[in-house]
């Protein structure tokens, strides 16, 4: 990819990166959909394989609302423990959407509880930018446990905590060394 893309984090050359989703077209896409619907929520969104700017991606797109308790739809992408290696220093992820905060929720086996997350916020807007998110940037939500990358199975993005469209596309997902 050879377009002009916004980097947000610290700097890590291409090749440092491991892809474990990268958008083809004519692919389904891996990530899975999940919203406030399955605790009484209302929100709602669907999960569109498109292309934006020239690329193709895996697009979130809906409504968060905050009846009956809810505020959330995420898109969520499982990963096997024979994809994670102990030299990887953090992830990085490529997204582009409408201008807003998502939060990125990495869940490891350590964590038995739907809301507890290792998470970060990404300032999304409407141009492709590359998130590098070294392990340290990762908060701890709702537990006391510590990240432990070699536990890592799932990440998801997640629009979350107030009433708005969603819109949310991601082209590029992994690992960097």
């Known amino acids: 990819m050879h377009e002009n893309i916004k980097i947000q984090g610290p700097a890590v050359a291409e090749e440092q990166l491991i892809d474990l989703y990268r958008s083809a077209p004519d692919q389904p896409s891996p990530w899975t959909i999940i919203s406030d ?3 009484g929520g209302v929100s ?3 999960l569109h394989q498109e292309q934006r700017d020239s690329s ?9 609302r905050l009846d009956n308790n809810g505020g959330f739809v995420q898109m969520k992408l499982d990963i096997e423990p024979s ?37 970060c916020t990404l300032s999304v ?4 930018t590359r998130f ?3 392990y340290e940037q990762l908060q701890a ?4 446990a510590e990240l432990q990358p070699a536990d890592i199975k799932s990440v998801a993005v997640i629009a979350i905590g107030q009433a708005f469209d969603v819109d949310v596309c991601v082209r590029r997902f992994g690992f960097y060394r």
């Not at 220093?89 to 964590?111: A, P, R, W």
């Not at 807007?125 to 492709?128: C, G, Y």
């Not at 939500?141 to 006391?144: K, L, V």
């Open 44 to 46: 709602s969104a669907e």
């Open 56 to 64: 193709n991606c895996s697009c979130l797109v809906g409504r968060t």
């Open 141 to 144: 939500h709702r537990t006391d």
């Open 132 to 134: 590098i998110v070294p």
């Open 83 to 119: 994809e994670l290696r102990a030299d990887y220093k953090g992830l990085f992820i490529e997204l582009y959407g409408s201008m807003h905060d998502y939060n990125l929720h990495v869940k490891t086996t350590q964590l038995n509880r739907p809301w507890q997350s290792f998470r």
């Open 37 to 39: 619907q399955v605790m």
């Open 125 to 128: 807007e409407p141009q492709w």
